[in-house]
């Protein structure tokens, strides 16, 4: 089961590339605003009331723990893109893909591209779902999954 993936090259991205992390972005790991991580998180969101004061802090005591933003910070500095299609295309497990069909983050248009490649993938495409359909619309993304492992 794949989610909401990422890992094709979109606009501002190529393979072979070590991407720049901006100063602004290192600034992270020493002053994390919980205003800022909002901000980068809403758009993770169909529907902007899911993002609670409560799952904010969540996110904000997960981001803030020892490690965190200078190990995501190293990880993003290393990250080079490869092309994922020689990868994908071995795969013979039977795959789902879960996508939610309002995702600002990762569009679900990129989903055709994991289709193309993947023998006999499926999507479940979930209305009005953003980037995190298990958080956003758990018992729909659970139902597809458990309907697709019963299958």
Do not use: C
């Not at 904000?60 to 990250?79: F, K, N």
């Not at 299609?85 to 996508?99: D, E, Q, S």
């Amino acid at each position: 089961m794949l989610v909401s993936l990422d890992g094709f090259a979109s606009p501002g991205f190529e393979y072979g590339q070590t991407p720049e992390v901006g100063l602004s972005l290192k600034a992270m790991k020493y002053v994390l605003p919980k205003s800022l991580l909002k901000m980068s998180l809403a758009p993770a969101y169909a529907n902007p009331e899911v993002l609670t004061p409560e799952l904010l802090t969540r996110y904000y005591e997960m981001m803030v723990a020892p490690g965190v933003r200078s190990a995501m910070i190293a990880r993003l500095e290393q990250s080079v893109l490869q092309d994922p299609v020689p990868i994908l295309a071995r795969i013979t497990a039977p795959t789902l893909l879960v996508w939610g069909d309002r995702d600002a983050m990762i569009p679900i248009a990129n989903a055709d591209d994991y289709l193309r490649v993947i023998p006999g993938a499926r999507l479940v495409r979930l209305p009005d779902v953003g980037h995190l359909p298990q958080e956003e619309a758990a018992q729909p993304s659970g139902q597809a999954i458990l309907q697709f492992l019963g299958s």
